[in-house]
C-alpha cells in the first residue's frame, strides 16, 4: 500500500490537506504520512489501489490499509480513539473491491487479508542505552491493543487475518494471543496467517530470533501459512525460505521487496527482475504463496503470478511424531538432544536458581543482575541447554525479580540463544515471566496440589501462550513418594490435560519427584529405585510425554563433597535415562561425571546405594564421604592424601 500511496502523491496533490480531509480538517497535528488515515478521509484513492491489484495485478489476497492501526503506532497521530474505525474502513473497502471483483468471475474469488502490522514499539528490545530491562511497551498492553484491531477488521468484512512484519515475535505473540481470544469469545474460526522478518544476511529479526526459532515460538497458534516478508528481496532470503521450507508443518509463503532500497529510498526492480528472482523458490516447491512487499507494483504481482503459474506448490510435509520444539533465539528440538556426555538428556542448567546456588541468590539479593548474567552465561558454555530461572525467596519480590531477570538475559545474546525454564512455587510470578519471552520456553510448574479446577485454568492459560510445562507429582493429598503414588498421579494429569485441556502431550514434561536418598531412614532407601520405575511406566502410559527432575535433591544428605554428589548422580542418571527413558534434568552441567570415568569402587558404592541392593549402603557411602572429605582438606594444607577405605568385600555364593 505504501509504494502505491507513494506512487499516487507523483501523479497527484497529496498533501498535509489531503491527508486530512473533510474528516479531519481542524486537526490538532500534522497527519501527513498516516497512510491508514486515508481509508476514512480519501476512500476512493484506497479503493482504486485495492481494485489495481486485483483487476492488473491478478491478485487472489489484497491487505488491507490497516499496517498501522492500533492504538499505540495511531498515538504518533493522536488518533488512538478512531483505531476501531480505522480497521473497519480498511476491510470494508477491501471487502466492497473484492466482492465486485470476484462476481466479475465467480470461478475466482477474491479474498481480504486483514493487516496487522508489528506497531512502533517492541516488547523484547530496551528503548534505553543505559538500562536492559526498560521497555516502552508490556505484553499486556500490544494484547489489548491488538484485539480493538481484530474486532475492527473482522468487523469490517476480512476473511484472513495476518500478523506481518514481524521483527519481534513476542509483539507477534501479543497479537496472536489476542486473535485467540478473540475466536475463541466470538466462535469463529478464521484463518491466520503469520510473516516474519529477517532484518539482514544474519538471517535473524531485529530481536535476534533465527526463521526456525521464530517459527517455533509461534507454531503453537496454528497458523494456516507462515512466511516472511519485508526488509530484503527475493534473492538475499534464498537460503532463509529454504530452511523454513525444510521445517514449516503448514504451509509457506514470500512476499518480499522490489530488491533492496536505493539511495533515495525506492526500489528499483522490474516486473521481470522480481518475478526472475522469485523464480528459485518456484523451482524447488518451497512455497506455497507469493506476493510483494514495499516497491511491488500491481504489474510486479503480476510478472510474479504469470512466473509461478508454471510450477507445482509446496506439498505439505507428512505428518510425524509430535516433538517438543522450544526456542530463545535459536530452536531446540528436546527429541533430537544429546548432551555434552553423548546421552540423549537435556540438560537444564540449575544454577541460576536461588535454592540451588548461593552466589546467585547474594547476587539477587543485592540487586547485582549484571554478575547474575555471567553465572547464565556460564551455564550455556557449560553445556545447559535451557536455562532454570528461579527467584523465589520470601526476602524478594519474586514478581518483580523474575520479570527483570527475564528482561535483562533476553537482550543478552549468549544467554537468550537457549530456551528458558521458568521456575516459581507462584502462578502468578512464571507467568510475569512468560509475557517477556518471545521464544517458547518451560514453565515449572503446576500441579493437582491445587485442585482439578484451578489445575485446568492455569494449563489452559499456558497453551495459550504456547508454553511447555513441567507438571509435578502433587495432589490435593500431597507429594507422591513411592513408584505407585507417581504413577497414578502423573496419569491422572496426564488424561485432564490431553483429554479435557488438548495440551499438547509432547509439551508436557512430568516430574514425578527425586528425592533424597542415604539419609539413614529406612523410608527413603527405595527413593531412588522407586523413581527410575515409575519413569518408566509414564512414559509407557503417557505416550509423548518427558520426565525429568531436580538431581541435585538425589545426593541432598552428602552436600559438601561434589565427588560423591556426582558420583551418585552419574550412576541414577545412566539407568533412569538409557532404561527407563528419562529425558530432561536440572543440572550442573559442568560438574556431571560420565558413567564410564568413575571409578569402579565409586560405581559400586552408588549402585548400591541408588538401588538399595545392601542395607549398608548408606554406611559405606559414608565411610566414603569422610575420605574424600579429608582428601580435600589434606590437598589444602599441603599433606598426603589420607587411606583409602578398602570397601566391602563381594558375596560369595
Not at 565411610?623 to 566391602?648: N, Q, V
Request: charged fraction near 25%; hydrophobic fraction near 40%; include cysteine.
Amino acid at each position: 500500500m505504501g509504494t502505491m500511496i507513494q506512487n499516487y502523491a507523483k501523479r497527484n496533490k497529496l498533501e498535509e490537506e489531503e491527508y486530512r480531509g473533510d474528516r479531519f480538517a481542524n486537526w490538532t497535528c500534522n497527519t501527513k504520512g498516516n497512510n491508514d488515515q486515508l481509508s476514512i478521509s480519501q476512500p476512493q484513492i484506497i479503493q482504486g489501489i485495492y481494485r489495481q491489484y486485483l483487476e492488473e495485478g491478478g491478485s487472489d489476497l489484497i491487505g488491507t490499509n490497516t499496517f498501522s492501526s492500533t492504538t499505540i503506532a495511531m498515538a504518533d497521530y493522536e488518533m488512538e480513539d478512531y483505531v476501531y474505525e480505522l480497521n473497519y474502513e480498511g476491510a470494508r473497502l477491501a471487502r466492497e473491491v473484492c466482492d465486485e471483483v470476484t462476481a466479475k468471475d465467480p470461478t475466482k474469488p477474491r479474498f481480504v487479508v486483514g493487516a496487522i502490522g508489528p506497531t512502533n514499539r517492541t516488547g523484547s528490545i530496551s528503548p534505553s542505552v543505559e538500562d536492559p530491562s526498560a521497555r516502552n511497551v508490556t505484553f499486556d498492553e500490544l494484547v489489548e491493543a491488538y484485539f480493538e484491531q481484530i474486532v475492527g477488521l473482522m468487523d469490517g468484512g476480512a476473511d484472513i487475518l495476518m500478523v506481518e512484519t514481524i521483527f519481534d515475535t513476542l509483539n507477534a505473540k501479543a497479537a496472536l494471543y489476542a486473535i485467540g481470544e478473540y475466536l475463541e469469545f466470538t466462535g469463529l474460526d478464521v484463518p491466520v496467517f503469520v510473516s516474519g522478518t529477517l532484518v539482514d544476511q544474519s538471517g535473524r529479526t531485529l530481536s535476534g530470533q533465527t526463521g526456525e526459532a521464530f517459527y517455533a515460538s509461534i507454531r503453537h497458534a496454528k497458523p494456516m501459512c507462515v512466511g516472511l516478508n519485508c526488509a530484503l528481496g527475493a534473492k538475499h532470503m534464498t537460503p532463509f525460505v529454504e530452511k523454513l521450507a525444510n521445517c514449516v508443518e503448514c504451509f509457506l509463503h514470500v512476499y518480499s521487496n522490489a530488491g533492496l532500497p536505493n539511495a533515495m529510498g525506492g526500489y528499483d526492480d522490474t516486473p521481470e527482475d522480481m518475478a526472475n528472482e522469485n523464480k528459485v523458490f518456484f523451482e524447488n516447491g518451497w512455497l506455497n504463496m507469493v506476493g510483494g512487499c514495499c516497491g511491488s507494483t500491481p504489474p510486479h504481482i503480476k510478472a510474479i503470478r504469470e512466473m509461478s503459474e508454471k510450477f507445482k506448490p509446496r506439498k505439505l510435509p507428512d505428518v510425524g511424531r509430535p516433538k517438543m520444539w522450544l526456542s530463545g533465539l535459536e530452536d531446540l528440538v528436546v527429541e533430537d538432544v544429546h548432551n555434552h556426555l553423548g546421552m540423549p538428556f537435556l540438560n537444564v542448567g540449575e544454577r541460576c536458581n536461588i535454592s540451588g546456588s548461593l552466589r546467585f541468590k547474594k547476587l539477587m539479593m543485592s540487586g547485582d543482575y549484571a554478575t547474575a548474567m555471567d553465572i547464565a552465561k556460564k551455564q550455556v558454555e557449560d553445556g545447559a541447554h535451557v536455562l532454570d530461572i528461579n527467584v523465589d525467596d520470601g526476602m524478594l519480590d519474586g514478581l518483580a525479580a523474575m520479570q527483570k531477570f527475564v528482561k535483562i538475559a533476553i537482550t543478552e545474546p549468549e544467554v537468550s540463544k537457549v530456551p528458558f525454564m521458568l521456575d516459581a512455587s507462584k502462578f502468578e510470578i512464571v507467568m510475569a515471566g512468560l509475557k517477556w519471552c518471545q521464544g517458547k520456553p518451560i514453565v515449572n510448574s503446576i500441579s493437582l496440589k491445587v485442585g482439578e479446577e484451578l489445575f485446568k485454568e492455569q494449563a489452559t492459560l499456558l497453551k495459550k501462550h504456547g508454553a511447555a510445562v513441567v507438571v509435578m507429582a502433587f495432589d490435593e493429598e500431597g507429594q507422591a513418594a513411592t513408584e505407585e503414588e507417581k504413577v497414578r498421579i502423573c496419569k491422572r494429569s496426564y488424561d485432564i490435560l490431553v483429554n479435557e485441556v488438548k495440551f499438547p502431550p509432547e509439551d508436557i514434561v512430568f516430574d514425578p519427584n527425586v528425592l533424597t536418598i542415604g539419609t539413614g531412614m529406612e523410608e527413603h532407601a527405595d527413593y531412588g529405585i522407586d523413581f527410575i520405575k515409575a519413569t518408566k511406566r509414564i512414559k509407557e502410559i503417557c505416550p509423548y510425554v518427558k520426565v525429568s527432575g531436580g538431581i541435585s535433591n538425589l545426593s541432598f544428605g552428602f552436600r559438601g563433597v561434589m565427588k560423591i554428589r556426582e558420583s551418585i548422580h552419574s550412576v541414577f542418571l545412566q539407568h533412569c535415562i538409557l532404561e527407563s527413558g528419562m529425558d530432561v534434568g536440572i543440572v550442573n552441567a559442568h560438574e556431571m561425571i560420565a558413567y564410564e570415568d568413575l571409578e569402579e569402587d565409586m560405581k559400586q558404592l552408588c549402585e548400591n546405594l541408588v538401588f538399595n541392593k545392601i542395607p549398608e549402603a548408606t554406611d559405606d557411602m559414608l565411610e566414603r564421604t569422610g575420605y574424600e572429605r579429608a582428601c580435600i582438606d589434606a590437598k589444602k594444607k599441603g599433606l598426603p592424601p589420607p587411606r583409602k577405605p578398602r570397601g566391602r568385600l563381594p558375596q560369595m555364593p
